[in-house]
C-alpha cells in the first residue's frame, strides 16, 4: 500500500471511528477498505483468508462489470446488506434482490416479498408457484412498475464452489416486467441445508444481470468457517 492509499485509509477509519455506534460495524468497514487497496482485482478469497474474515463476504457480478467482493454490513428487518469497496450497496431479502445504492439506476423498493415463494424452506419451493409485485427507481419519474414471478421448475444439479461440488436444487423462474420483456432468474440452494448458495437475478429490462455468490455460507458448509450462523 502507497503512502496515499495510507493517507485515504487512515482518513475514512478515524472519520467511521467518530460516527459508527458499534466497534463490528467498525471492522466491517475497514475490511472493506481492505478490499479496496489489496493488490488485484479483489474478485475472490483464499480459504484462509476468508476463514479470518470478521464478517460475511458475497461474490457479485453485475452485467460485464469485474467481479467484486462484497462485505455483509448490515442485518436489519430480515434483510442482508452487503457493500462494495466503492459503496455501492445490494440488500438481499431471503436471496431476493430487493435494493440496491450507488448505482446510475437504484431499486428502491420491492412490494409484497412476504409473497415470494423463496420466504419459504427450500423444500417447499415448487414448479407454478407465483407471486406478484410492484418496483419503484430511482431514475424513473413513475413509481409502482408491476412485476410478475412465477417458478417454471425446479432440478437437482451440482454447482462448484470453493473447489467443491455441491449438490443443489436449483429454482429457475420466470420475471415478466411491465413492458412486456421477460428475464430467466436462478437460486441454487444446498440441498442437504437448504442455505443459498448462488443465484442469478434480473431485477428490471434496462438492468443487465447479477450474478451472487454466497462464499461464507459455502465456506461454513465445508468447515472453512468455524464462527457465526449461516446466513
Same mark, same amino acid.
Given at each position: *500500500?502507497?503512502? *496515499?492509499?495510507?493517507?485515504?485509509?487512515?482518513?475514512?477509519?478515524?472519520?467511521?471511528? %467518530?460516527?459508527?455506534?458499534? %466497534?463490528? =460495524?467498525?471492522?466491517?468497514?475497514?475490511?472493506?477498505?481492505?478490499?479496496?487497496?489489496?493488490?488485484?482485482? !479483489?474478485?475472490?478469497?483464499?480459504?484462509?483468508?476468508?476463514?479470518?474474515?470478521?464478517?460475511?463476504?458475497?461474490?457479485?457480478?453485475?452485467?460485464?462489470?469485474?467481479?467484486?467482493?462484497?462485505?455483509?454490513?448490515?442485518?436489519?428487518?430480515?434483510?442482508?446488506?452487503?457493500? %462494495?469497496?466503492?459503496?455501492? *450497496?445490494?440488500?438481499?431479502?431471503? !436471496?431476493?434482490?430487493?435494493?440496491?445504492?450507488?448505482?446510475?439506476?437504484?431499486?428502491?423498493?420491492?412490494?409484497?416479498?412476504?409473497?415470494?415463494?423463496?420466504?419459504?424452506? *427450500?423444500?417447499?419451493?415448487?414448479?407454478?408457484?407465483?407471486?406478484?409485485?410492484?418496483?419503484?427507481? %430511482? !431514475?424513473?419519474?413513475?413509481?409502482?412498475?408491476?412485476?410478475?414471478?412465477?417458478?417454471?421448475?425446479?432440478?437437482?444439479?451440482?454447482?462448484?464452489?470453493?473447489?467443491?461440488?455441491?449438490?443443489?436444487?436449483?429454482?429457475?423462474?420466470?420475471?415478466?416486467?411491465?413492458?412486456?420483456? =421477460?428475464?430467466?432468474?436462478?437460486?441454487?440452494?444446498?440441498?442437504?441445508?437448504?442455505?443459498?448458495?448462488?443465484?442469478?437475478?434480473?431485477?428490471?429490462?434496462?438492468?443487465?444481470?447479477?450474478?451472487?455468490?454466497?462464499?461464507?455460507?459455502?465456506?461454513?458448509?465445508? !468447515?472453512?468457517?468455524?464462527?457465526?450462523?449461516?446466513?
Amino acid at each position: *500500500m502507497d503512502l *496515499m492509499h495510507r493517507l485515504i485509509w487512515l482518513f475514512v477509519f478515524f472519520a467511521l471511528v %467518530s460516527l459508527a455506534g458499534c %466497534s463490528s =460495524t467498525i471492522r466491517t468497514y475497514t475490511q472493506t477498505l481492505e478490499l479496496a487497496f489489496n493488490p488485484g482485482d !479483489g474478485a475472490s478469497l483464499t480459504k484462509t483468508e476468508l476463514a479470518a474474515r470478521e464478517s460475511d463476504v458475497l461474490y457479485a457480478k453485475v452485467g460485464a462489470l469485474p467481479n467484486a467482493v462484497l462485505v455483509l454490513a448490515f442485518i436489519e428487518h430480515g434483510q442482508h446488506k452487503w457493500i %462494495s469497496a466503492d459503496e455501492a *450497496m445490494l440488500v438481499l431479502e431471503k !436471496g431476493r434482490l430487493v435494493k440496491t445504492t450507488g448505482f446510475d439506476n437504484n431499486l428502491l423498493y420491492l412490494s409484497d416479498t412476504a409473497l415470494d415463494p423463496l420466504q419459504q424452506k *427450500m423444500t417447499k419451493i415448487q414448479a407454478g408457484q407465483a407471486w406478484q409485485s410492484v418496483t419503484d427507481w %430511482s !431514475g424513473n419519474s413513475e413509481s409502482g412498475h408491476p412485476v410478475s414471478y412465477e417458478i417454471l421448475y425446479t432440478e437437482v444439479t451440482s454447482l462448484d464452489v470453493l473447489e467443491q461440488k455441491f449438490q443443489t436444487k436449483l429454482v429457475t423462474e420466470q420475471v415478466t416486467f411491465s413492458n412486456g420483456q =421477460t428475464a430467466i432468474n436462478q437460486f441454487w440452494f444446498d440441498l442437504n441445508s437448504g442455505w443459498l448458495l448462488k443465484s442469478r437475478q434480473t431485477i428490471a429490462p434496462f438492468w443487465p444481470e447479477v450474478e451472487l455468490v454466497h462464499i461464507s455460507n459455502a465456506g461454513r458448509l465445508l !468447515g472453512v468457517i468455524k464462527k457465526g450462523s449461516l446466513r
